[in-house]
């Protein structure tokens, strides 16, 4: 049973315009939300994250935003540039005492900027 | 400074033998991590290590994996008598203990298992 969910596997967005990234999840036990950016043959890279207890966090071009009553997040980023092009990865951490460094990650969204 | 290295980049190998993947973390971090990205699927936690000892090893798929880092730093992941549904990028991740939910990652070893 997938925990977390990212239902659009692409998504493309012109240059300049907003890009949004959507991510759902059932586990109330989460408590930690990240999201990670990966380029073909690399590993994935860390962008920004967000607490249970915030419901916003912005880094730059990049925002997050947490609805926990419909455990729905998702990923700003504007305005969007070709470099952005990436499949980005929405992950989560379960509080759950001695199990805390686990993250569960989603499939994966494809963002494509054309120019 | 260096990121996390994973060495082969690319491995190939015949159904029926072991392999084994390893992992460099970055200097300091006492927390490594093994997932895999098997195709068209987010990434799976295999196992986790503190220091040398790895408190959880349920991510592990069957018996026929095994882990193991030495001098709290490198690490490797070993796969006994592969089979075809082992094909998989297996990347590693290291963090510091106190940021262990900022996980920072290698570029992955590809196994082909033909």
């Known amino acids: 049973d997938q925990q977390v969910k990212q239902n659009s596997p692409s998504l493309s967005v012109q240059e300049g315009r907003i890009s949004i990234l959507n991510c759902d999840y059932t586990?109330?036990?989460?408590?930690?939300f990240l999201w990670y950016k990966k380029y073909p043959a690399e590993g994935p890279t860390f962008l920004i994250s967000i607490s249970s207890i915030k419901d916003k966090n912005e880094d730059g071009r990049f925002t997050v935003f947490l609805n926990k009553s419909a455990k729905h997040l998702s990923l700003h980023i504007v305005p969007s540039q070709p470099g952005d092009s990436a499949v980005y990865f929405c992950a989560a951490r379960e509080d759950s005492g001695g199990s805390n460094y686990k993250l569960t990650f989603g499939k994966g969204t494809l963002l494509t900027v054309n120019p | 400074g260096a990121g996390v290295s994973q060495s082969p980049s690319n491995k190939v190998t015949e159904k029926g033998k072991d392999v084994e993947l390893r992992c460099d973390p970055i200097s300091g971090h006492t927390a490594l991590y093994w997932y895999r990205q098997s195709l068209g699927q987010g990434l799976e936690f295999l196992i986790y290590f503190q220091g040398n000892s790895a408190p959880d090893k349920s991510g592990l798929p069957s018996d026929r994996f095994s882990a193991e880092r030495t001098g709290g730093s490198v690490s490797t992941l070993t796969i006994q008598r592969t089979q075809q549904e082992d094909s998989a990028v297996y990347l590693c991740?290291?963090?510091?203990?106190?940021?262990?939910?900022?996980?920072?990652f290698g570029p992955g070893t590809r196994l082909t298992v033909t």
């Open positions: 586990n109330s036990m989460f408590d930690y």
């Open positions: 991740a290291s963090s510091f203990d106190r940021k262990f939910y900022e996980q920072y």
